[in-house]
């Protein structure tokens, strides 16, 4: 029943920005902290950021950070990544994901959304 889908990206050249958007649905999304996470072609995942459940307390990891922004609306429940100066080295498929409770890792994400930054 939980399910996360994220949309949003695209081909975009170095210097420009992208909005990822991920959809939740089947649980209480209002409840959970967030997670973006990504992986780059032939590499692991790699976190990214992640937000609280108030939308009030935000992390980044430090390669994005300054640059990409995270956020949601809890009445839509959707989760955010505003990204911008997006860099060659952004190139990767996006995931949100919803952290476990009780581990390290994570009990649900999305099938992901490609973003590749090129010229």
């Known amino acids: 029943q939980v399910q996360l889908v994220e949309s949003g990206g695209g081909l975009v050249q170095p210097g420009g920005s992208l909005r990822l958007s991920c959809a939740a649905s089947?649980?209480?999304?209002?409840?959970?902290?967030m997670t973006w996470v990504r992986q780059a072609p032939g590499k692991g995942l790699e976190w990214v950021s992640d937000?609280?459940?108030?939308?009030?307390?935000?992390n980044y990891a430090d390669s994005v950070k300054g640059r990409f922004t995270v956020s949601r609306d809890n009445a839509k429940n959707t989760l955010y990544l505003q990204m911008n100066s997006l860099k060659p080295e952004d190139t990767a498929v996006y995931y949100c994901?919803?952290?476990?409770?009780?581990?390290?890792?994570?009990?649900?994400w999305g099938q992901g959304t490609q973003v590749t930054v090129s010229s």
């Open positions: 994901a919803r952290p476990s409770m009780t581990s390290t890792g994570y009990d649900y």
């Open positions: 937000i609280n459940s108030d939308g009030d307390s935000t």
């Open positions: 089947g649980f209480t999304f209002r409840s959970y902290h």
